[in-house]
């Protein structure tokens, strides 16, 4: 009997060990040869959780439609899609650490991550590995600086200068104050490049105004800019802090208009008083109020209970563009996948795009006025 109970120990540990050793993450246990795995990685909690969950809630949607209809058709075979997406917390160590579990988990292709700073802690180690990356709204310049990166959103580069143009030659503004993040990529990148169009175009920055992404209490920038007679402030900063912003100028009977850039996108889900954003104007790629997107946001709207923001329709081209990929290689090997990629036509929400070597999405902007309490296209 004691032999026994010691054989029966014996086989009860090694079944343990062995059990360990299936939940490890390989491929075997998270997916089958007919399932194309997504990886993603956004902040699904903290102060930017709203972005990520809404890349991740866009991309579910792209998921179950075009698994419904069939899935990929990739030569012979076709792939259902599978999204595994990790959070990251807007924080760089959170992000290597997202995306090494879904390295090990084998993904097929990567899409994040959803914004700049935990991007570009990951890019090298993404170009390493040889995956297909398309962030779908990390905006910072070198998020895209390796041949597997791609991108749906449009640059901080690009979104200054275009935000400078509309300023100086469409508003007629010659005097800009800005206030922005200089502890933030995305905020910097627009800063620099609106700065350098607006002198270019002939127009003067009258006062440029430094804050701490952490920041509330803007207070010190908005008499700065207030003394200096600007007649238009550029706040290149995410929607929570523009809403401080906004509020702290009308506040302090500030009748100055305001732009921004895409991240101003979901402001009127936090402000308390909708008129202390009235006229604002910001650009984006993407408005639920468009009739031509009227399809996803019902499906969304339906699944989610809340209206789809750009940042949904980012997540949700992100998963078409890597579908279409597939389709156009005639392969899911990862160089195939990133070779494809500048072949595509993607049709999407945030418009009709095709992707160059450097990764960028070649298509049309939008600007968004705040009216009555809603967006409106320009």
């Not at 698994?67 to 792939?79: C, I, S, W």
Request: hydrophobic share 40%; charged share 25%.
């Amino acid at each position: 009997m004691k032999k026994l109970a010691s054989l029966l120990l014996v086989v009860t540990m090694s079944a343990m060990v062995f059990s360990g050793c299936g939940n490890n993450g390989s491929s075997s246990s998270k997916k089958d040869d007919s399932t194309f795995l997504i990886g993603g990685s956004g902040p699904l909690t903290g102060s930017a959780a709203t972005y990520g969950l809404s890349v991740k809630q866009g991309a579910e949607v792209a998921v179950k439609e075009i698994n419904d209809a069939g899935g990929v058709k990739v030569g012979d075979k076709a792939y259902k899609l599978d999204l595994d997406f990790q959070d990251d917390e807007n924080k760089e160590d959170k992000a290597v650490t997202a995306y090494n579990t879904l390295m090990d988990n084998d993904i097929n292709a990567f899409l994040g991550t959803v914004t700049s700073t935990p991007c570009l802690a990951l890019t090298k180690n993404a170009y390493d590995d040889g995956i297909l990356l398309v962030t779908p709204s990390a905006s910072a310049l070198d998020c895209t600086k390796y041949d597997n990166a791609f991108r749906i959103c449009f640059t901080d580069p690009m979104q200054g200068e275009k935000l400078a143009e509309y300023a100086v030659k469409t508003l007629g503004k010659k005097k800009i104050g800005i206030i922005y993040h200089n502890d933030d990529d995305y905020s910097i990148g627009l800063e620099k490049a609106f700065t350098e169009k607006v002198k270019e175009l002939g127009g003067e920055i009258v006062a440029s105004e430094a804050s701490a992404s952490k920041d509330n209490d803007f207070s010190t920038q908005l008499t700065s800019i207030k003394s200096s007679k600007a007649d238009l402030i550029f706040a290149p900063v995410y929607y929570q802090a523009a809403a401080y912003i906004t509020k702290q100028a009308s506040d302090a009977g500030m009748k100055i208009p305001f732009i921004g850039g895409d991240g101003w996108d979901g402001i009127l889900g936090v402000v308390t008083e909708p008129a202390t954003v009235e006229g604002a104007v910001f650009l984006t790629p993407f408005t639920a109020t468009d009739s031509s997107v009227a399809d996803f946001v019902k499906t969304y709207e339906a699944a989610y209970k809340e209206t789809p923001n750009q940042f949904a329709a980012d997540g949700y081209d992100g998963v078409y563009a890597i579908a279409e990929a597939m389709k156009q290689a005639g392969s899911i090997k990862n160089e195939d996948l990133i070779a494809a990629m500048t072949k595509i036509t993607v049709d999407g929400l945030t418009g009709k795009m095709t992707f160059d070597k450097s990764g960028e999405a070649n298509k049309d902007a939008k600007f968004v006025e705040i009216k009555d309490g809603k967006y409106l296209v320009k």
